[in-house]
């Protein structure tokens, strides 16, 4: 059973920066596939940024495409979330994902197996 657990979210002002984190247990990255999705209260879960690492794979959302980089350490069993400039919008609980999702599942929830239990961030104006 993979436990993932995420952290280095908190409260930061528009166009700042944070990073995210997300280490496994129980369970590699190498074999699976990495997601970020964020949800906001009363809201769907939204996916942010996803890693296929065995074909170095990156996707992102439009709205974060160019601002957010995901990335992973093998050796620390760690995926990352860069954020840089930040805007009110991306305020919400972000989450780390790991599974095997097929091309059209990456961007979805039903792609992931396995989820940490959210970090927040806040994005004050």
């Known amino acids: 059973q993979v436990q993932l657990m995420e952290s280095g979210g908190e409260l930061v002002q528009a166009g700042g920066s944070l990073r995210l984190s997300c280490v496994a247990s129980g369970g590699t990255f190498g074999d699976y596939s990495a997601g970020w999705f964020r949800q906001t209260p009363g809201m769907q879960r939204e996916f942010v940024a996803a890693?296929?690492?065995?074909?170095?794979?990156?996707y992102y959302a439009d709205s974060v495409k160019g601002r957010f980089t995901i990335s992973r350490d093998s050796t620390k069993n760690t995926v990352y979330l860069e954020m840089n400039n930040l805007k009110p919008d991306d305020t919400g609980v972000y989450y780390c994902a790991a599974g095997r999702p097929i091309t059209s599942t990456i961007r979805t929830e039903t792609g992931y197996r396995y989820w940490g239990r959210g970090t927040q961030v806040t994005v004050s104006s």
């Open positions: 890693g296929r690492w065995a074909t170095r794979a990156i």
